[in-house]
Each structure stands twice: as C-alpha cells, then as structure tokens.
C-alpha cells in the first residue's frame, strides 16, 4: 500500500493561493498517478487534477482549467497542488490519492488516499 499525507491546508482570504502538499511512502512513488479532490460539505467528492507517474502529462477538471496546477517530484516522492484565485464556495476537505490509472483516478477510484486537509476560503 501506499501511504499519503496531505499538507498545506488552511484559512485563506477570497482571491488568494494555496500550495497543498502530499507526501507518499510506503511504496513507489513513481510507479503510480497521482490525483487532486476536494468535498465540500453536504456534496459529493470532486476530481480536480490528475498526474501521470511520469510527469509529463495532466489532467484537469473544466472547473480549474487555467487556476489550478499540479505536479510532482519522484525523486522526493511528492505531490503538489497549486490553487490560485480561491473563492468561498472552494472551501472543502482537500485529498490527494495514487492509482495506475489515471482514468481510475478522474473516476475518483484510486488504491489509496490520504487523509484529507481542510481548506477554508473567507470573503
């Protein structure tokens, strides 16, 4: 299995950016994709972004399109989103998680997950 530990959460004012962070062990980084989701409360689990295991090629929902990066480091075995332009209604529990595939992951199915970490935008 492996084991993710997501970071960077916070209180941040309307149109302001966060860099979340999420720490893998357990197992080989590199070999898994990578994804980004968020819940907000009384609503269903999101997919924002997703990472091949290589690095070189993204996916994102239309929602974040052009707001939102993600990216990795193998060699540190960490993932990162980059959330700029946040707005109240982005408030939610942020998780990361890894799977083989990355279609799994924009189906929001994935072999593990992290905790989550809370993400509050005030206006």
């Known amino acids: 299995q492996v084991q993710l530990v997501e970071s960077g959460g916070g209180l941040v004012q309307a149109g302001g950016s966060l860099r979340l962070s999420c720490a893998a062990s357990?197992?080989?980084?590199?070999?898994?994709?990578m994804g980004w989701f968020r819940q907000a409360p009384g609503k269903e689990r999101e997919f924002l972004a997703a990472?091949?295991?290589?690095?070189?090629?993204?996916r994102y929902a239309d929602s974040v399109k052009g707001r939102f990066t993600i990216s990795r480091d193998n060699t540190s075995n960490m993932g990162y989103l980059q959330m700029n332009s946040m707005r109240p209604e982005h408030t939610a529990v942020y998780y990361c998680?890894?799977?083989?595939?990355?279609?799994?992951?924009?189906?929001?199915?994935?072999?593990?997950w992290g905790q989550g970490t809370q993400v509050t935008v005030s206006s």
């Open positions: 998680a890894v799977d083989q595939s990355l279609h799994n992951l924009a189906c929001i199915s994935a072999a593990s």
């Open positions: 357990g197992r080989i980084f590199s070999s898994y994709a």
């Open positions: 990472i091949i295991r290589g690095g070189g090629s993204t």
